[in-house]
């Protein structure tokens, strides 16, 4: 109903709209899958550093079994049952 891009508002308020037609919330929301997910991890190096170790890992590294390897703003790759992210951060060298 809108242009469907990343907006977290958006997303929340749709959710909400969608959540309120189910009669019992909790069930519906249990029966979700469960998927493991790992916190964000920060690796802490010198300025500039993080620049250089995404873009050798674009241009070097392997993922067997990967569906796709997505090179925008960073290192994404896409496997069947999930997704591995790797990305600098632009305000820290992290």
Do not use: C, H
């Not at 309120?20 to 991890?41: G, W």
């Not at 067997?64 to 994404?76: C, F, K, N, S, Y």
């Amino acid at each position: 109903r809108w242009y469907g891009f990343d907006d977290g508002l958006y997303a929340g308020a749709r959710l909400l709209e969608i959540i309120s037609r189910v009669t019992d919330m909790t069930a519906t929301l249990n029966n979700l899958p469960q998927s493991p997910s790992t916190p964000e991890l920060q690796l802490k190096l010198n300025e500039g550093e993080n620049f250089s170790i995404i873009a050798a890992m674009q241009a070097n590294a392997d993922f067997p079994g990967a569906d796709e390897v997505i090179t925008i703003d960073g290192l994404r790759v896409e496997y069947p049952d999930g997704f591995g992210l790797a990305r600098s951060s632009n305000t820290t060298p992290v």
